[in-house]
């Protein structure tokens, strides 16, 4: 068939308004929950024209991840309403075995900048990086797993295990670090912080590819594995096992280093967390509780691990416990901060809905959810720009909203093909 070689690439955008720093940029998603999506969200909203691919008549399973929105026959995850807004869905079967499925999809790859995947096993479905890159040899194309790919490296047997975003945490070295100590076991962090990790890492390294391939003409495959998302940010945690033989373990709500780092409860019965790094700083925290500088000074009862276990650094955690205790959180945390000590309180999302602060800074926006076809509210954008903010186009689609539009307006099939396709089961 090979259809594709006479097809003339349509410019983006083609399917979406023209706004933001990737305009121009189409990108070619056929991953799912969570790491893959989020990736291409963070992309889209910056003006990236992407194409969700989900499998016809089941759609992405992200869709369906409690908690559930039901509108009578209508029904839709709440992850999906945040994360799928901007973003066209395609329904298409990914076996390039099939030719007709071969056809399609080489076809959006030649009109395409970007592919990002999390299939893993994309060679089993007749899919490779030498044939995508004949195809279109400035293509980014982004392989997200949780071990990596094998072609950069490691065990293969490593490479091909499935993994899920705790799997990351705990094979990354996070989950280890992470909790209260022994014997308190070790914990996650909650929300797919790893998915979201992972995402932001390859959205890194598409940008990076991207402007390469622009400048070039040469396109590259990136490998971004869960597990080294993951370890890239334990800071200084493989230094010290390499150069000090030490194992960093679990301290719980307590900066081991200096103090005051640590969450205390407040008469309220919330939490505010204090943190002042530094001579200055800690100077600050103790003219804060009145005491003596020059008893509780920063070498003896602050500034390193000796100093803040201690009998003296002890003594001062027990009164800065009290402190915070004796006190209200908003009362605590207005003090501190009329003297410059750093210092927040552990705020929910209600308390964030209800913020000034966020809704000055315009984090929360509107927009219509396809699925359900009403107005929903969700958290806007970071980073802000200047010159070429983020912007919602549309809400998260339904199941391929866009197919047809798709196929037509860049790929060129008629109306009788297109219905041919479906009759295949194929889109």
């Known amino acids: 068939m090979e259809r594709w070689k006479e097809l003339v690439r349509i410019p983006a955008p083609a399917l979406m ?14 991953g799912s929950i969570v790491a893959a999506p989020f990736c291409a969200s963070l992309l889209a909203e910056f003006g990236a024209e992407v194409i969700h691919v989900e499998r016809p008549n089941i759609g992405d399973p992200y869709r369906e991840q409690a908690p559930v929105i039901k509108r009578g026959e209508r029904k839709v995850s709440a992850g999906w309403i945040q994360e799928a807004r901007n973003k066209l869905s395609l329904t298409l079967e990914i076996n390039l075995k099939i030719p007709e499925c071969k056809e399609i999809f080489l076809s959006l790859i030649k009109n395409c900048d970007v592919w990002v995947e999390n299939m893993v096993w994309t060679e089993k479905l007749g899919i490779t ?11 980014v194309i982004a392989h997200i797993s949780g071990f990596g790919r094998p072609q950069f490296g490691g ?10 975003d705790p799997i ?6 996070y989950m280890h670090i992470n909790g209260f100590p022994e014997p308190s076991p ?8 790893n998915d979201y990790m992972t995402a932001m890492f390859a959205t ?3 940008l990076m590819a991207y402007i390469h391939a622009q400048k070039t003409g040469l396109g590259q495959a990136i490998d971004i594995a869960q597990i080294e998302a993951m370890s890239k940010v334990l800071n200084d945690t493989f230094v010290q096992y390499f150069v000090l033989g030490k194992v960093r373990e679990r301290k719980g709500n307590k900066v081991a280093i200096f103090q005051p780092g640590n969450l205390f409860k407040t008469k309220d019965e919330k939490y505010l967390y204090i943190g002042a790094y530094g001579p200055a700083v800690y100077g600050r925290f103790i003219k804060a509780l009145g005491l003596d500088l020059n008893k509780y000074t920063h070498e003896a009862a602050g500034g390193s691990v000796e100093a803040i276990n201690s009998e003296m650094g002890l003594e001062l955690n027990r009164i800065a416990t009290e402190w915070v205790a004796a006190r209200e959180a908003e009362e605590g945390k207005q003090y501190l901060l009329s003297l410059k000590v750093p210092c927040g ?9 209800e913020s000034e602060h966020y809704q000055k800074r315009g984090n929360f926006i509107e927009y219509e959810d396809e699925t359900l076809g009403e107005i929903v509210k969700g958290f806007g954008f970071c980073p802000k720009m200047s010159e070429t903010p983020a912007q919602i186009w549309r809400g998260a689609p339904t199941i391929g909203q866009d197919t047809d539009t798709i196929l037509n307006t860049l790929l060129g099939y ?8 479906r009759e295949l089961g194929i889109i």
């Open 204 to 206: 890194n390294g598409i």
């Open 155 to 164: 065990l293969p047997e490593e490479c091909d295990r499935p993994s899920y």
């Open 17 to 30: 308004p023209t706004y933001g720093p990737l305009t121009g940029m189409r990108v070619l998603m056929t």
């Open 345 to 353: 309180i552990v705020r929910t999302s209600a308390d964030l809905a």
């Open 168 to 173: 990351g945490q705990a094979e990354g070295g």
């Open 414 to 421: 008629s109306s009788r093909e297109i219905s041919s396709f």
């Open 186 to 193: 070790p914990s996650h962090a909650a929300t797919f912080i």
């Open 129 to 139: 990086e030498q044939m995508l890159l004949e195809v279109n040899p400035k293509l």
